[in-house]
């Protein structure tokens, strides 16, 4: 695939899934009563601008983003029906609605993915490896592993993902004969990957697991991101291993490179893959109690709803454009970081 075609894809991708994110405080601010002046499709500046009575629609220029203009959400107003004059539990939930619709859109592209390609490598032991941690343990072909420590297991991916954590003893819960049993034991490096020293097995899903473990997928990208985060803060990754929008088109033109040879129904599943993680990515991420982010504010709501004490606009205002001035300097970091990656 042309490098120009993964630019309008990804492009394309980001602007949905912010169409979608806008929409969801839209729809639940509107349900809510707010009064919302402005949905705008993209940034900058207008191309046109259509509708009637208290919202306009927009069409901006730039296919980056977009945002929805509440009554009352940067600025004090005296109107009943503005952002900051309703209840804190009601910000709360236009606030998370963004959010929701993007790992929403992620678990349907799972499904999509999942449905068009119904085998997956579930956590039932199908060969274990002579002279690894799980033969020495005792276990053996056919038994499910459920747990991991305390950890609850559905996906090989939740335990590649675990063992991230390079844990020095594992308590390993395992379903045999159906009974339930546990050993513990201690996993091994090799070639430089920590391992327990078993295979899973490749199970073919019918039309129900298809739902049931598009799931899983969904909340094993939630974890990862929030285990990615995690290992940002006590320096066990770097900020530059994070990808934004260039490293994101690399990314997309690597995959559809390296899948081409499979057929172009490979190549879009991949692809599909690929933003359904993203978009998940980005709605967990605007969770995060950060300043400007969506959980910032949730979080402001929250000590309103505790305290009983309304927070100033103008205190928010500004803590709210310190942490996006934070942000947009991480996004240029990482993008100076994704352009010297390519050279």
């Known amino acids: 695939m042309p490098f120009y075609v993964s630019v309008i894809v990804t492009i394309l991708a980001f602007g949905i899934m912010v169409m979608l994110h806008e929409a969801g405080h839209f729809f639940t601010a509107r ?22 009575g208290e919202t306009q629609y927009s069409l901006r220029l730039l296919p980056l ?14 109107n009943p029906k503005a952002f900051s004059n309703i209840s804190p539990i009601k ?25 068009a390609y119904p085998i997956k490598q579930v956590p039932v032991i199908s060969n274990v490896l002579e002279n690894s941690a799980a033969e020495q343990a005792g276990l ?4 499910e592993i459920i747990k991991l420590d305390n950890t609850r297991v559905h996906t090989h991916s939740d335990i590649a993902l675990f063992m991230m954590k390079e844990p020095e003893v594992v308590k390993v819960t395992y379903v045999r004969d159906g009974e339930r049993n546990y050993v513990e034991l201690s996993p091994y490096r090799e070639n430089g990957q920590l391992l327990i020293g078993f295979q899973s097995t490749l199970k073919k899903l019918n039309f129900a697991q298809v739902w049931e473990y598009s799931y ?20 066990e ?3 530059s291993d994070m ?8 990314v997309v033109d690597d995959t559809a490179e390296s899948a081409k040879d499979y057929g172009v129904k490979a190549m879009l599943m991949q692809i599909l893959m690929l933003f359904a993680m993203i978009s998940v990515n980005l709605g967990v991420f605007n969770l995060f109690p950060f300043p400007a982010l969506d959980g910032g504010s949730i979080i402001f709501a929250f000590i309103e709803l505790v305290t009983r004490k309304k927070l100033k606009q103008e205190v928010l205002g500004y803590i709210n454009l310190i942490g996006l001035a934070l942000i947009l ?8 970081s994704d352009i010297m990656k390519l050279l």
């Open 237 to 239: 990754a770097k900020v």
């Open 216 to 235: 899983y997928d969904t909340c094993y990208v939630v974890k990862a991101v929030a285990t990615s985060v995690k290992m940002l803060f006590t320096g």
């Open 65 to 78: 983003g977009g945002y929805v203009k509440l009554e009352g959400e940067e600025e004090e107003s005296d």
């Open 31 to 52: 349900a809510f009563g707010v009064t919302v002046h402005e949905f705008s499709i993209g940034m900058g500046p207008c191309i046109f601008k259509w509708g009637k």
């Open 243 to 250: 990808s934004g929008p260039v490293g994101i088109v690399q």
């Open 329 to 336: 300097a991480l996004g240029v970091f990482v993008m100076y």
């Open 140 to 143: 053996m072909v056919g038994d």
């Open 91 to 115: 910000r709360i939930c236009i606030l998370v609605a963004g959010a929701a619709m993007n790992i929403l859109l992620g678990f349907l592209c799972f499904v999509i993915v999942n449905g």
